[in-house]
């Protein structure tokens, strides 16, 4: 999974040793990166200013949460969805987030 926005790559892996994804947001303009883990990584969608982490909630059966990140990887918003994002995209003023049936617009 991977990502690319305001001059920043975003990407993720999983290390052997967690159990968690690896999520790397680095600047190619200035070669500086930032680390963080994150469970149960979906997808990464990016555009303009921000890029979109998309997350299954451990905690709850039928949700996912969706996360508006900066490009150093600090959360900007977040929402929680109760669709399976089957497919998630982005632009500079929207996110949609769709299954086989429904579609959510943020």
Known sequence: MWGFFNNTL???FRKPERDDMCVIFWDISIN????????????????????????????????W???LCNAVGCPIDNKYITIDPKFVAM????????????????
Do not use: P, S
């Not at 769709?98 to 959510?104: K, L, M, N, R, W």
């Open 65 to 67: 949460v969706i996360i």
């Open 32 to 63: 500086e990166k930032h680390v963080k883990y994150m469970r149960r990584l979906q997808r990464i969608v990016a555009c303009g200013e921000y890029c979109v982490l998309v997350a299954k909630v451990e905690e709850e059966e039928n949700q």
């Open 91 to 106: 632009n500079k003023t929207h996110v949609i987030v769709a299954c086989e049936d429904v579609i959510y617009a943020w």
């Open 10 to 12: 975003v990407f993720a």
